[in-house]
């Protein structure tokens, strides 16, 4: 159900025939977990980031140290039916919800690059994994999730001119989602709000076991009731709750995931919050290395493990005969509305529909840019891969 569009930028057959099997048997592992209903769409790339031909003193730390980029295509803003907030969603999750109507998709749900300058592993080589060496499948399957919805959208807003973190924010968009679910605009001052992602959801505070999405809920009531806020007034106010959000990503086993299946605050699955000074891309959009390292749920942790194979990491992890995807990483991606044998029907957020009167009647910071606001969103997620 994974349609790969593969392009290798290379002159070098062998090893691009091997990267894009490598896809091949990656988009069979996810489709082993998940009853996918429609099919996913991969535009994806591999090629030197730094450029053939040039040595690693010609090329810039980033383009050697970067593994790859993924980004959902596309985001929708569709409502929950149980607490009534609209939230964003990546394309690939919304059409396996299979609406009977829905605005024309982009031809890919995913966009994926990888960097060949990186020494990856592939089960064609002829000599064993070494020790500097990342398996490629392994990283492939890793990133494929963040494309199909494993991410939280909280950002690093910096809120002065030294640029310095010290706050997170969910994304600015619309608050008309209108029709076709969108977050974005063209038109200058739409009258914009703050949006959660579906992973968001079902995020807590560890030490209490409150959502995280009644924080989001605040900064919208703020907004609703403020007709004539301006962006610097929505930060000044809303920033007590900004930087408890920063200071929760930064302090160890602080938040987690409490997935469809739980029985209590013990089931939730620990997030990233290690990263001293808060990484975009890595803290919070993963697993807690410390706790899931050397278990079935490894693959979502944000850092890679060089010299290991696919089927070493599933052998370290108690061979779970679900493979690579472990069973909180699954639990996950049924919460977030991913079908599986196990849990046939997920929760479904409304149709598109267009907007209440209620929303539609708001005017709440619409003196800020929302085209710049989203794209901060939108690029964080584009590098939420670097070294996983």
Not at 68 to 81: I, V
Not at 106 to 126: G, H, K, L
Request: charged content about 20%; overall charge negative.
């Amino acid at each position: 159900m994974f349609k790969v569009t593969f392009t290798c930028l290379l002159n070098d057959k062998v090893l691009c025939d091997k990267a894009q099997k490598a896809f091949d048997r990656a988009s069979n592992s996810i489709t082993n977990t998940l009853k996918l209903k429609e099919q996913v769409t991969i535009n994806a790339t591999f090629f030197d980031f730094c450029g053939e031909g040039k040595n690693d003193l010609e090329c810039p730390l980033e383009a050697i140290a970067t593994i790859g980029e993924t980004s959902p295509k596309r985001f929708y803003s569709l409502l929950s039916d149980d607490d009534k907030m609209e939230r964003i969603y990546p394309q690939a999750l919304v059409k396996q919800f299979q609406f009977p109507e829905h605005p024309q998709y982009d031809d890919f749900d995913i966009i994926i690059r990888f960097n060949s300058r990186v020494r990856f592993y592939f089960p064609e080589d002829t000599t064993p994994i070494g020790p500097k060496q990342y398996d490629f499948e392994f990283t492939v399957t890793h990133e494929l999730l963040h494309g199909l919805g494993f991410y939280s959208l909280w950002q690093p807003l910096p809120i002065d001119e030294t640029n310095n973190l010290r706050a997170l924010c969910p994304p600015i968009v619309v608050i008309n989602s209108g029709k076709d679910g969108k977050v974005d605009s063209d038109i200058p001052n739409e009258p914009a709000t703050v949006k959660e992602s579906i992973f968001d959801k079902y995020m807590i505070r560890l030490d209490n076991g409150s959502f995280i999405s009644e924080y989001t809920k605040k900064m919208q009531n703020y907004i609703s009731s403020n007709e004539e806020a301006t962006l610097e007034d929505f930060l000044e106010s809303q920033f007590p709750i900004m930087r408890t959000m920063f200071l929760l990503a930064t302090r160890p086993k602080s938040l987690g995931f409490l997935p469809h299946n739980s029985k209590s605050i013990n089931d939730a699955v620990i997030l990233e919050t290690s990263i001293p000074g808060y990484q975009p891309g890595s803290s919070v959009s993963h697993v807690d290395l410390s706790t899931y390292n050397n278990t079935s749920d490894y693959l979502m942790a944000y850092k890679g493990t060089p010299g290991r194979t696919t089927t070493d990491f599933i052998s370290i992890g108690g061979n779970y005969p679900g493979g690579v995807i472990g069973p909180k990483t699954k639990s996950i991606l049924e919460s977030i509305g991913y079908a599986t044998e196990e849990y046939p029907e997920p929760i479904k957020p409304q149709p598109f529909v267009k907007s209440s009167a209620k929303h539609n009647s708001a005017v709440p910071i619409s003196a800020i840019s929302n085209s710049v606001i989203f794209s901060q969103f939108y690029i964080m997620i584009f590098v939420i891969v670097i070294l996983l």
